[in-house]
């Protein structure tokens, strides 16, 4: 199944094809790219709208990818690949913006004040006044509450895949995402006073 | 609702680059050492130290190896042998003691000092040879 046209298959089976490619030593290299073509992207912003920083996000992802090669030959396909990865990149994301929490705990700013503070004179962040809006009540959420909104909003990921990725329940999850959707729109009317 | 527009940019080119950097490291981790060399080579080394550690601890040439009767099963010793090792050990253990305590006593001994009148006495009860025995012999 070397000369597979992906566009061709589902999701499932594009993961299952890469996976077979990287078990196999002759054709590893190719299985690699693949994962890489196909999944370095989504990773990238999944981490970016939860560190917002690019310079940040470039370093993680790598890191993250890293993760993926070292572990990829022990995966137990208990879960998808695509959820796999993103659980990777979520724990990773999560345990850089603690310390980065406290770092900054350590100087008497948070980690939310300096990205507002650098947001708007950031080159690589280009938004009209209802989007920064829009970021601002975002970056107001508890970061957990902040990635199951990214997750679900912005990646169209299912709450069963968020379950997985967060070992969080479905239904904890619902109700996270409701509150984060609830609080955000109440932000955004205040801000535009409506 | 809410609008899905990313603001967030990234550099021209980036994902191009970041593929192929990504590639790199997936190439560079399979180059790196399998993971069986890895074991032999941990059992390798735990076989240099342990060979090392034994010649530091029993490099002594003197030192008879069969004697000691923590390694004595090295040698495929019976119990008579290793009996016998056993107490070749304990002899030496206190012929070494011994000696040791012999030397202290005569350190003791040096610093006694007499008086004339206990040198007067040990003069009268003794004779000459004895007298020289009892000042400076400690095995007495």
Redesign the interface.
């Given at each position: 199944m070397e000369n597979v046209n992906l566009n061709n298959l589902s999701q499932e089976e594009k993961e299952r094809h890469i996976l077979s490619l990287i078990k196999n030593k002759k054709t590893r290299e190719k299985g690699y790219a693949l994962l890489i073509s196909e999944f370095s992207g989504r990773i990238y912003w999944q981490i970016r709208r939860m560190v917002y920083s690019h310079e940040d996000t470039d370093d993680l992802v790598q890191e993250v990818f890293i993760k993926v090669f070292e572990n990829i030959e022990t995966f137990n396909k208990k879960s998808k690949l695509s959820t796999w990865i993103f659980s990777i990149a979520y724990n990773h994301t999560l345990n850089f913006l603690k310390s980065k929490t406290y770092r900054n705990s350590k100087k008497n700013s948070s980690f939310e004040q300096n990205v507002l503070a650098s947001l708007e004179a950031d080159s690589l962040f280009d938004a009209d006044k209802a989007t920064l809006t829009l970021e601002k009540a975002v970056l107001s959420l508890p970061v957990k509450q902040r990635a199951v909104f990214q997750m679900r909003y912005y990646q169209d990921l299912s709450f069963a895949q968020i379950a997985q990725i967060t070992k969080t329940s479905e239904g904890a999850l619902k109700a996270s995402y409701h509150i984060a959707a609830e609080k955000i729109e109440k932000l955004v009317l205040q801000e535009s006073n409506i | 609702?809410?609008?899905?527009?990313?603001?967030?940019?990234?550099?021209e080119g980036y994902?191009e680059q970041?593929?192929k950097?990504?590639?790199q490291?997936?190439?560079t981790?399979?180059v790196s050492t399998p993971r069986w060399l890895k074991y032999v080579s941990g059992v390798l080394a735990i076989g240099i130290l342990t060979i090392a550690g034994w010649l530091i601890v029993f490099g002594d040439s003197s030192l008879d190896l069969k004697s000691n009767p923590t390694l004595a099963f090295l040698f495929g010793l019976d119990e008579q042998e290793k009996a016998d090792s056993l107490a070749k050990a304990n002899r030496k253990a206190e012929q070494i003691a011994w000696h040791s305590y012999t030397e202290q006593m005569k350190k003791e001994a040096d610093e006694i000092v007499f008086s004339e009148e206990e040198l007067d006495y040990i003069a009268e009860i003794t004779e000459e040879d004895e007298e020289e025995l009892l000042l400076t012999n400690t095995d007495m």
């Open positions: - | 609702m809410i609008s899905k527009d990313n603001p967030f940019k990234v550099p994902f970041l593929e950097r990504l590639n490291k997936a190439k981790k399979h």
